[in-house]
C-alpha cells in the first residue's frame, strides 16, 4: 500500500490575483493524527543506523518483506519529505553543498557559527554526557581553548568537566545536521499489521 495512496482528498484554496482556484489535493493533515495514535501504544522497535545506500524500500523489504512497506518506515520517524528529511548519500551530499555554498572549499572555510562544548564524565558509570551552546563571536573569542574542572562529590566519585570550543563551518554544520538523520526507528514486523489495520480503520472513519 502506497503512503497516501488510501488517504482522502480536499479541496484546497489557492488564490492568485484574487482569484479562487480549487485544487483537489490528498489530506496529510490525517496522518498527524494517526502518528499520534501510534505514538501512544506500547510498540516494539529497533534503533537503526542508516548507511549510505538504505533507502526506505530496501530497509522495508529487509524488515518487512515487502518494499511497498516503506511508508510504515517514514511514517514511524516522522519523515515528510523522503529525500531531504533522510540521510543524502556522500556523493549526493556533496553536490548538494556545492549548489549551496558554491564549492566544498568555500563551505569548509565560511563560519556557521561559534559554539561551547561542555563533556561531563562520571568516575563511576563513564557516563559521558556532551552539551553544545552556541555562542556569538566575542565570547567565543575570550573563551580558553580548552579547560577542565573535577569535582568531588561527597561519596568519593568525581564529576570531570571538560569545556572546549568550537568554529563551525558551513559544511560541518551541513555534515552535523545530515549525519543526525541517520539513527532510525524499525518498528517491529509483528506490529505492522496492526498499524497498516490502524491507518485503514482512521481513513475510512474520515471518508
Known amino acids: 500500500m502506497a503512503y497516501f495512496e488510501k488517504f482522502p482528498l480536499t479541496g484546497y484554496d489557492l488564490v492568485s490575483e484574487n482569484q479562487s482556484n480549487i485544487r483537489i489535493v490528498t489530506d496529510i493533515f490525517l496522518r498527524a493524527r494517526m502518528l499520534q495514535s501510534i505514538q501512544d501504544q506500547t510498540l516494539v522497535y529497533y534503533e537503526y543506523d542508516i548507511v549510505d545506500g538504505?533507502?526506505?524500500?530496501?530497509?522495508?523489504?529487509?524488515?518487512y518483506d515487502n518494499p511497498n512497506r516503506h511508508w510504515i518506515i517514514l511514517f514511524i520517524n516522522n519523515i515528510v519529505d523522503p529525500v531531504y528529511d533522510w540521510p543524502l548519500k556522500y556523493e549526493n551530499f556533496v553536490s548538494y553543498i556545492e549548489d549551496k555554498y558554491g564549492s566544498i572549499s568555500t563551505s569548509k572555510t565560511t563560519i556557521h557559527h561559534y559554539e561551547k562544548v561542555i563533556t561531563k564524565t562520571d568516575s563511576v558509570t563513564s557516563t559521558i554526557t556532551i552539551n553544545k551552546y552556541q555562542l556569538d563571536y566575542n565570547t567565543y573569542a575570550n573563551l580558553a581553548s580548552s579547560s577542565t574542572?573535577?569535582?568531588?562529590?561527597?561519596?568519593?566519585?568525581?564529576?570531570?568537566?571538560?569545556?572546549?570550543k568550537n568554529a563551525i563551518s558551513f559544511y560541518d554544520y551541513e555534515d552535523e545536521l545530515n549525519e543526525s538523520k541517520r539513527q532510525i526507528k524499525i518498528l517491529d514486523k509483528n506490529y505492522v499489521s496492526a498499524v497498516e489495520s490502524e491507518l485503514m480503520a482512521i481513513l475510512n472513519n474520515n471518508v
Open 54 to 63: 538504505d533507502t526506505p524500500e530496501i530497509l522495508a523489504s529487509k524488515y
Open 149 to 164: 574542572e573535577t569535582i568531588n562529590l561527597k561519596d568519593g566519585n568525581t564529576v570531570t568537566i571538560t569545556t572546549t
